[in-house]
């Protein structure tokens, strides 16, 4: 099982950017896809959510109304578009998949051990 993110690079501030995450070794729509990431020196934080079929999404306060997570099942992919880019975007941002099988709550979702699978990260900097 792989998930690849990419899309990082380098924005100005009020910026966009769109991240892919590509799964292969696993079915994408028996997972639901979510965003995490990590600013240098802090701990990983949830960023977005996405449900089987992309009918449900949820998103951190920080980053709602800015960001919006899609996907695509027929290209086992998941975007996140992230625009009005801020200093505070800054982090590296990695994509994970957590198994339909799982019971997770709207607290449970946005911690880690909710998840079977992980990316690498890719690097997202905010800066003018």
């Known amino acids: 099982v792989q998930l690849q993110a990419s899309g990082g690079g380098l924005a100005q501030p009020g910026g966009s950017l769109r991240l892919s995450c590509t799964a292969s070794?696993?079915?994408?729509?028996?997972?639901?896809i979510a965003w995490f990431r990590q600013a240098p020196g802090k701990e990983r934080e949830f960023v977005a959510r996405?449900?089987?079929?992309?009918?449900?999404?949820w998103y951190a306060d920080s980053v709602k109304g800015r960001f919006t997570i899609s996907r695509d099942n027929t290209k086992n992919t998941v975007y996140l578009r992230m625009n009005i880019l801020k200093p505070e975007d800054t982090a590296d941002y990695y994509c994970?998949?957590?198994?339909?099988?799982?019971?997770?709550?709207?607290?449970?979702?946005?911690?880690?051990?909710?998840?079977?699978?992980w990316g690498q990260g890719t690097l997202v900097t905010v800066s003018s």
């Open positions: 994970t998949a957590a198994g339909s099988w799982r019971t997770t709550t709207t607290q449970t979702m946005r911690l880690m051990r909710s998840y079977d699978y």
């Open positions: 070794g696993l079915t994408s729509d028996y997972y639901n």
């Open positions: 996405i449900n089987l079929s992309g009918s449900s999404t």
